[in-house]
């Protein structure tokens, strides 16, 4: 097997095994504490530029299959574990995680004390990182680490987004059973969703078009006038990678249709939308990346267990004095960071955790509901 070293720009080293692709890149290095749903973080373009720690040790024992890809293709730059499994054992698996990684260029790195490296990651924070499989000494690597871009430098959606305009064909959420789509029991009757694209998922769009008859995807550089033109009764917002403050023309676009159609956003949507609305973002120490999440949803007095993938949060002081007022419906449980608006005047709301799971629990999937409800009574639910 051949020999791979992690090493991150403070200079901690980890080696081990390649698999996947050998290669060498450089990112942001980042850990996901999901025990199940490697293939759809692997696929999950949110992750774009990131290197990902799984902190379940075990990756890979049940395979992957096409299914369940979230993406076109897999836009993290590396995958770290502590074991990965070369022979999966499951009905639905047609490819091992080992081969698929192979197959789509990227590189991963076992025998990783990932127990370490998660609680370094915690105590330093998120940080530069490059895996290699050709450059072997710690001190030439850590030199092309220290000279590598930061994430927060890229711009990540321009490289997630769709390049062109289309509708989304699937009906309802995937069925594992006789591996078609389908459509949902309730009836749909929203006529027509505008998306845009900023790293969507397509666990997303099954949701969507599970409640409404067309759901048309736009790129994340998408103009206000472009939007509207195409008469959607709602418009979502969706998940992606990278500094929200970045995505200029995306906050432009929303403070141009605010209040104008109703609005659903998710993660980087939710923070583009607070950003368009006069509030700040920041960056975590380490982010929020796995499904046992705890949030707080205040209109309902429920907990959620939620599946999040983000870096950064908005900054709840922000949100107080502006000029649109905004309500906060949700907290995160872990630190009390904002995980949930809503702008009455504006008739939009938004969340920063991954209602659609995949991978995940379904606690807050009500939300899709709850969207259309907005847009046939107008009205939150109380």
């Known amino acids: 097997m051949t020999k791979a070293i992690l090493i991150l720009e403070d200079g901690e080293v980890f080696e081990g095994l390649s698999f996947g692709a050998e290669a060498e890149v450089f990112g942001e290095a980042v850990f996901n504490t999901s025990m199940t749903g490697y293939q759809e973080i692997l696929t999950d373009p949110s992750y774009a530029g990131q290197l990902i720690c799984m902190t379940y040790p075990l990756i890979g024992n049940y395979g992957t299959n096409p299914e369940d890809a979230e993406s076109r293709k897999p836009f993290c730059r590396a995958f770290i574990v502590k074991k990965i499994c070369r022979t999966p054992n499951h009905f639905r698996s047609t490819k091992s995680f080992?081969?698929?990684?192979?197959?789509?260029?990227?590189?991963?790195?076992?025998?990783?004390d990932t127990r370490r490296l998660t609680l370094h990651l915690r105590t330093r924070g998120a940080m530069?990182?490059?895996?290699?499989?050709?450059?072997?000494?710690?001190?030439?690597?850590?030199?092309?680490?220290?000279?590598?871009?930061s994430i927060d430098e890229e711009d990540l959606v321009a490289t997630v987004t769709t390049p062109k305009t289309y509708f989304y064909g699937a009906t309802g959420a995937w069925d594992v059973d006789d591996k078609q789509s389908l459509q949902s029991s309730e009836a749909v009757s929203c006529r027509k969703v505008a998306v845009v694209d900023f790293g969507i998922k397509t666990n997303i769009l099954r949701l969507l078009r599970q409640y409404f008859k067309e759901v048309q995807v736009?790129?994340?550089s998408v103009q206000a006038t472009e939007l509207l033109a195409s008469k959607p009764d709602g418009i979502f917002l969706s998940n992606g990678p990278g500094d929200p403050a970045k995505v200029i023309s995306g906050i432009q676009m929303v403070k141009e249709i605010l209040g104008q159609k109703p609005i659903f956003g998710i993660c980087l949507g939710h923070q583009i939308l607070s950003l368009a609305i006069g509030a700040k973002t920041y960056k975590l120490k380490f982010g929020h990346r796995g499904g046992n999440q705890p949030v707080k949803c205040f209109q309902q007095k429920q907990i959620e267990i939620t599946a999040q993938n983000h870096g950064y949060a908005v900054d709840e002081n922000s949100l107080k004095n502006l000029p649109i007022a905004a309500e906060i419906t949700h907290i995160n449980l872990n630190d009390n960071t904002v995980e949930g608006l809503r702008i009455p005047s504006k008739k939009a709301f938004s969340v920063q955790y991954h209602p659609e799971s995949s991978p995940g629990p379904h606690d807050s999937r009500y939300l899709f509901q709850d969207f259309v409800r907005l847009i046939e009574k107008g009205s939150f639910r109380a």
Do not use: M, N
């Open 98 to 112: 080992d081969a698929l990684l192979k197959e789509q260029g990227v590189p991963g790195i076992e025998g990783v």
């Open 128 to 149: 530069r990182a490059g895996l290699s499989t050709k450059t072997l000494d710690p001190k030439t690597l850590l030199e092309k680490v220290k000279k590598s871009p």
């Open 218 to 220: 736009f790129p994340g």
